[in-house]
T-cell receptor, first 115, second 108 residues
C-alpha cells in the first residue's frame, strides 16, 4: 500500500464530454504528478503540481488541466474528450520539492474509456 | 529529441537464471534516472534513483547501475515473484520521460 488513492477506479465517457479524476496523497506529500499510460506503454508525464501550483508540463494540450488542494488531494480535468484519451491515468506523490521526481508513490490508477 | 529506450521488450528466465535489463537514454540534461516495477493492474512501485555515472544501488536481488548513456538493472538468481514489468524513467528539466518497459517472466 502506497497510501495514494484514486477515484473512480473505472470510468466510461463519450467523445466530447468532460471528466474529473481524483487523487488523494499521503499527508506531507506536497508534490503530485499525473501520468497517462496507454496499454502496453510506459506512463507519459502530463504535469506536476507543487504546493498548489503547476510547475512542469509534458506534451499535453491545454484541455488537460489540474488542481491541487491544501489537504493533499488533487484533480485531473480533461475537456472535450477524444477517443485517444482512453488510457490508465496515474497520480504519484512525494515529499520532494518543486521539480523533483524522486521516490514517487503511485496510486492504482483510473481506467478511462472514451467511446 | 529526448528519448528513453528499454530492451528487451520481453524477457523469459528460468528461476535462478541471472540477467540484465537495459535502459538507454538521450536527454539534454540528465537530472536523475529512476527504476520502477509495475505489476498488472497496479501503479508503478519505486525501486531506485541514480544521479551520476558510476553510481550503483542494490535491493535484494536487484542492482541498478548508470553510465552516461545507459542504465542496467541486473537481476541475480530471480524468483517467480520477480515477474513484472520494469520501467525506467529519466528526468530532464521539469519533466519525466518513461521508457516502454521490459516485461519479465520468471518460470519456476
Amino acid at each position: 500500500e502506497t497510501g495514494v488513492t484514486q477515484s473512480p477506479t473505472h470510468l466510461i465517457k463519450t467523445r466530447g464530454q468532460q471528466v474529473t479524476l481524483r487523487c488523494s496523497s499521503q499527508s506531507g506529500h506536497n508534490t503530485v504528478s499525473w501520468y497517462q499510460q496507454a496499454l502496453g506503454q510506459g506512463p507519459q508525464f502530463i504535469f506536476q503540481y507543487y504546493r498548489e501550483e503547476e510547475n512542469g508540463r509534458g506534451n499535453f494540450p491545454p484541455r488537460f488541466s489540474g488542481l491541487q488542494f491544501p489537504n493533499y488531494s488533487s484533480e485531473l480535468n480533461v475537456n472535450a474528450l477524444e477517443l485517444d484519451d482512453s488510457a490508465l491515468y496515474l497520480c504519484a506523490s512525494s515529499t520532494g520539492t518543486s521539480g523533483s521526481f524522486d521516490t514517487q508513490y503511485f496510486g492504482p490508477g483510473t481506467r478511462l474509456t472514451v467511446l | 529529441e529526448d528519448q528513453v529506450t528499454q530492451s528487451p521488450e520481453a524477457l523469459r528466465l528460468q528461476e535462478g537464471e541471472s540477467s540484465s535489463l537495459n535502459c538507454s537514454y538521450t536527454v539534454s540534461g540528465l537530472r536523475g534516472l529512476f527504476w520502477y516495477r509495475q505489476d498488472p493492474g497496479k501503479g508503478p512501485e519505486f525501486l531506485f534513483t541514480l544521479y551520476s555515472a558510476g553510481e550503483e544501488k542494490e535491493k535484494e536481488r536487484l542492482k541498478a547501475t548508470l553510465t552516461k548513456k545507459e542504465s542496467f538493472l541486473h537481476i541475480t538468481a530471480p524468483k517467480p515473484e520477480d515477474s513484472a514489468t520494469y520501467l525506467c524513467a529519466v528526468q530532464d528539466t521539469g519533466k519525466l520521460i518513461f521508457g516502454q518497459g521490459t516485461t519479465l517472466q520468471v518460470k519456476p
